[in-house]
């Protein structure tokens, strides 16, 4: 699975550099028939005109950003080192989170809220000097922003909506990564907030990507927020002609027993009501490790069944009483 999420994190790179190896194939076999065309004196001018066509049409300034002309090269190389920038951002907020915060011991959610911020300022602030230094006046995108403004709003409501919940994720900080959370019918462990969307990995080890807006619209149950602290509730029931004190002795008892129940806040057990055929308990017990709720609770019921079948406490089944009225069933003279 971290080998799908390494991948999925330079899918546009990958995407660059299929497009300039395609374009260098392009290039390759251009250049060779165009060296072909040069050896023969027949095709030799007609190889020296396609030449100049092209060096022309890729280092003229025919294009006008502004007061600023460019040409097709000056482009491709804006774009390269724009690049190249996000790729020394992403390397660099790496390499803070593992090497530097990880080493500090503090919250693994805000170890990564500082490395998405570091990672977006770099971009932003790399972007705007490789414009700068390739002689681009930020004021001539003003026309090209307002467009992508427009389409943004119209064709792109879902995206931007998502990006702006991501920037308060990350701020607010509502989750976090490393946190056990419950939205809709999936729980399980944040493992990454990026800007549109976060990936949840399940009790089932299944990772699920969540747009994150979700995280804003929705209810989410979060049981790490501040106090990761939380209680489990095991219902209990016993038959009638059982001693309710030593049911709750027990019930506590096997409470203290578990590595992963906690001291304080203490066991405790309810008495909820006399049911129809038993009565009926509630052991409570508080927990540091939210994410092993599930397995914790299923520990405890094994543990259950065994010290009540040792004390000979019995686990009741739903009785009935059927009543047979024998005066009103037909006899062999009604029915001849």
């Known amino acids: 699975m971290e080998g799908e999420g390494d991948r999925s994190k330079f899918t546009t790179v990958n995407l660059f550099l299929n497009a300039t190896l395609l374009l260098l194939r392009i290039g390759i076999w251009t250049s060779a028939l165009l060296y072909v065309t040069d050896l023969f004196p027949d095709s030799r001018q007609f190889s020296q005109r396609i030449i100049a066509q092209?060096?022309?049409?890729?280092?003229?300034?025919?294009?006008?950003?502004?007061?600023?002309?460019?040409?097709v090269l000056d482009i491709f190389r804006v774009l390269v080192l724009v690049l190249i920038?996000?790729?020394?951002?992403?390397?660099?907020?790496?390499?803070?989170?593992?090497?530097?915060?990880?080493?500090?011991?503090?919250?693994?959610?805000?170890?990564?809220?500082?490395?998405?911020?570091?990672?977006?300022?770099l971009i932003f602030i790399g972007c705007i000097v490789v414009l700068q230094a390739s002689g681009i006046n930020l004021s001539s995108l003003t026309l090209?922003?307002?467009?992508?403004?427009?389409?943004?709003?119209?064709?792109?409501?879902?995206?931007?909506?998502?990006?702006?919940?991501?920037?308060?994720?990350?701020f607010e900080r509502p989750i976090q990564v490393g946190e056990f959370v419950q939205i809709g019918d999936h729980i399980g462990t944040i493992e990454r907030i990026g800007a549109r969307s976060a990936e949840l990995r399940t009790v089932d080890q299944v990772s699920v990507i969540v747009p994150n807006s979700k995280f804003l619209e929705t209810e989410v149950i979060n049981w790490s927020h501040r106090n990761p602290i939380s209680r489990i509730r095991i219902p209990v029931s016993v038959a009638y002609g059982s001693d309710p004190d030593q049911v709750r002795e027990l019930l506590i008892a096997v409470g203290?027993?578990?590595?992963?129940?906690?001291?304080?806040?203490?066991?405790?057990?309810?008495?909820?009501?006399?049911?129809?055929?038993?009565?009926?308990?509630?052991?409570?017990?508080?927990?540091?490790?939210?994410?092993?709720?599930?397995?914790?609770?299923?520990?405890l019921l094994f543990k259950l069944v065994k010290a009540m079948h040792r004390e000979n406490i019995e686990i009741p089944f739903p009785q009935r009483d059927v009543h047979i009225r024998?005066?009103?069933?037909p006899t062999a003279r009604d029915k001849a």
């Open 54 to 71: 092209l060096t022309e049409s890729f280092t003229a300034k025919t294009i006008t950003l502004g007061s600023a002309p460019v040409s």
């Open 85 to 121: 920038v996000t790729v020394v951002a992403r390397v660099v907020s790496n390499l803070l989170k593992q090497r530097i915060l990880q080493e500090t011991g503090i919250n693994r959610g805000v170890q990564e809220a500082i490395a998405v911020m570091l990672r977006y300022s």
């Open 144 to 170: 090209l922003a307002s467009a992508l403004g427009v389409g943004a709003g119209l064709g792109l409501q879902n995206i931007v909506k998502d990006i702006g919940s991501g920037l308060i994720l990350v």
């Open 256 to 299: 203290h027993q578990h590595p992963d129940v906690l001291a304080a806040p203490p066991v405790q057990v309810l008495f909820r009501k006399l049911g129809d055929s038993a009565f009926q308990f509630e052991l409570l017990v508080w927990i540091s490790q939210p994410s092993r709720q599930f397995l914790i609770q299923s520990e």
């Open 326 to 329: 024998w005066h009103d069933l």
